[in-house]
C-alpha cells in the first residue's frame, strides 16, 4: 500500500471512529460496569402515624438531626410512618428509641426486624417478588407531596431520598444522592430495564447524573420532579427524559 492510499485509509477510519462517537446513546456516557450491591438493613425503629405528609416529614427532619437517617412512606391505612435507624440488634433499637421518647422526639414506637423486609424474602420468594414490592411501594407515594425532611412547603422535593426511601422500606441501604446511587449495582440497557430499576438522568447540563427514578414497567418511571410538583409517573421516551437519559441500574 502507497503512501497515499495509507493516509486515506487512516483517514477514513478516524471520521468513522468520529461518527460512532457522535451517535452513541446518552446511557452510553456512563461505564457499564459493576458497582457496589446495597447492604441490607439491620433493626429499625418505626414511629408516628399522621394523616398529612407534611407532619411526616417534619419528624423526619428531627431524626434526620439527630444523625438518624429516617425516612417516611405511606402506610397501608392511608397514614404515612416514619422509620429511622440501622441497628445491629433489637435491644440496641430500643434503646435508641427509649432515649428518643425521653426527648419528647417520638411517642409509641415499634422495632422492625430485618426478617420483616421484602429482601430478606428473596431467597424463598424470588426476586420478581422484591421488584414487585418495590414498584408497589413507589406506586404508593404517586399524587404525594415529598418533602425530605422538610419542616414547610417551600423546602421542595428530594427525588434521591425519595428512591432512598422504597429501597430502605424493601430492606436496602441507599445513599442520599442520585449520583451515588448511579455508581451502584449493575448497567442495564435500556431495553433491558425490568421493574424496580433505578433509571438516572442528567437534568442540569453538567454531563453528570443529577436526578434519579424507580422503573415501573412498559417504559415508564416514577420520581419525585422537582419543586411545587407531586410525586408522577414520567415516560422515558418523552422528549425531555429520552433527551437527559443517562442510564439504569439494577441493584438487586
Known amino acids: 500500500m502507497n503512501r497515499n492510499?495509507?493516509?486515506?485509509?487512516?483517514?477514513?477510519?478516524?471520521?468513522?471512529?468520529?461518527?460512532?462517537?457522535?451517535?452513541?446513546?446518552?446511557e452510553q456516557i456512563r461505564p457499564a460496569g459493576k458497582g457496589p450491591m446495597p447492604a441490607k438493613m439491620g433493626f429499625t425503629i418505626q414511629a408516628g402515624a399522621f394523616s398529612k405528609?407534611?407532619?411526616?416529614?417534619?419528624?423526619?427532619?428531627?431524626?434526620?438531626?439527630?444523625?438518624?437517617?429516617?425516612?417516611?412512606?405511606?402506610?397501608k391505612t392511608g397514614l404515612y410512618?416514619?422509620?429511622?435507624?440501622?441497628?445491629?440488634?433489637?435491644?440496641?433499637?430500643?434503646?435508641?428509641?427509649?432515649?428518643?421518647?425521653?426527648?419528647?422526639?417520638?411517642?409509641?414506637?415499634?422495632?422492625?426486624?430485618?426478617?420483616?423486609?421484602?429482601?430478606?424474602l428473596k431467597?424463598?420468594?424470588?426476586?420478581?417478588?422484591?421488584?414487585?414490592?418495590?414498584?408497589?411501594?413507589?406506586?404508593?407515594?404517586?399524587?404525594?407531596?415529598?418533602l425530605w425532611g422538610g419542616d414547610s412547603a417551600d423546602e421542595g422535593f428530594d427525588c434521591s431520598g425519595f428512591t432512598m426511601a422504597i429501597y430502605q422500606y424493601t430492606g436496602l441501604m441507599l445513599p442520599h444522592s442520585s449520583r451515588e446511587q448511579s455508581e451502584m449495582g449493575v448497567h442495564v440497557g435500556k431495553g433491558n430495564l425490568e421493574?424496580?430499576?433505578?433509571?438516572?438522568?442528567?437534568?442540569?447540563?453538567?454531563?453528570?447524573v443529577s436526578h434519579v427514578g424507580v422503573y415501573i414497567g412498559n417504559g415508564?418511571?416514577?420520581?419525585?420532579?422537582?419543586?411545587?410538583?407531586?410525586?408522577?409517573?414520567?415516560?422515558?421516551?418523552s422528549k425531555y427524559y429520552s433527551t437527559h437519559y443517562a442510564g439504569g441500574r439494577s441493584l438487586l
Open 5 to 26: 492510499r495509507l493516509f486515506l485509509f487512516l483517514l477514513i477510519l478516524l471520521i468513522l471512529a468520529g461518527c460512532a462517537r457522535r451517535e452513541a446513546p446518552p
Open 195 to 208: 421493574k424496580g430499576d433505578l433509571v438516572f438522568f442528567n437534568t442540569n447540563n453538567s454531563g453528570k
Open 53 to 75: 405528609a407534611e407532619n411526616a416529614a417534619k419528624l423526619t427532619g428531627k431524626l434526620n438531626r439527630e444523625g438518624l437517617s429516617a425516612y417516611y412512606f405511606v402506610y
Open 81 to 120: 410512618k416514619v422509620r429511622f435507624g440501622n441497628f445491629k440488634t433489637a435491644e440496641a433499637a430500643a434503646d435508641r428509641a427509649r432515649r428518643l421518647v425521653d426527648k419528647g422526639i417520638i411517642e409509641e414506637y415499634w422495632i422492625v426486624n430485618p426478617r420483616e423486609y421484602a429482601i430478606a
Open 123 to 146: 431467597d424463598e420468594k424470588g426476586e420478581q417478588y422484591v421488584r414487585d414490592e418495590i414498584m408497589r411501594t413507589a406506586r404508593s407515594f404517586i399524587g404525594v407531596p415529598y
Open 220 to 237: 415508564r418511571f416514577i420520581h419525585a420532579p422537582g419543586r411545587g410538583k407531586k410525586i408522577g409517573i414520567e415516560s422515558l421516551d
